[in-house]
């Protein structure tokens, strides 16, 4: 709990934990205590990361959506298709995943089949910026939600780019400046849930030359 009080504390106004315990009661004790330090109005998302299958996910949702959950992160493996067209359809909770689909072709069968609510693109596994500017566009099409997956200040410059406010997963000790990687200050800035950015050109990352 006390990685989540220092999020409060950093003015933090939504939360991802995971999940995926065998014992779905150990889930649920974490899950209530992790909402009571949040409070109701702040955002609270969970990820299984592909640990349960169709009936444990049914039978996670009928003990955790009590929690007033944003969103469930990929519960099932992320290529089954036909699971997630059931769950969605019956799930109490929205169903978010994107981050193991790799290609426009794939997030359009998931989208297609109604089978998710938010699609998470990688930028960097969908290869680049204009593949995750086509799958936005995909989404927007059918009024699907868009949260980019991980790498924070790359997901935080294309966030500012789309036409509705989302969300960036700031991870602690993830991003390329707490990584050391960057020859200099980076360009993006996280405070108070909000993404702020230094005024430059491009991308505006200087990466260290690791042959020095």
Known sequence: ????????????????????KPDIREDAE???AVRSVLGPDRRLMIDANQRWDLPTTFRALDVLAEFGLEWLEEPIRADDLWAYRRLRKHSPVPIALGENLHTIYRFRDFIEAEAVDIIQPNVIR???ITPFRRIVELARTHSIKVMPHLLPELSGQLALTLAE???????????????????GQSPVRFSNSRVTLADHAGLGFRFKDRLQ
């Open 1 to 20: 709990m006390a990685q989540v009080e220092r999020w409060v504390e950093a003015g933090h106004q939504a939360v991802k934990i995971k999940v995926g």
């Open 126 to 128: 969908v290869g680049g």
């Open 30 to 32: 974490r899950v209530a």
């Open 165 to 183: 406010p989302t969300m960036v997963e700031d991870v602690e000790e993830a991003s390329f400046e707490q990584l050391g990687i960057l020859d």
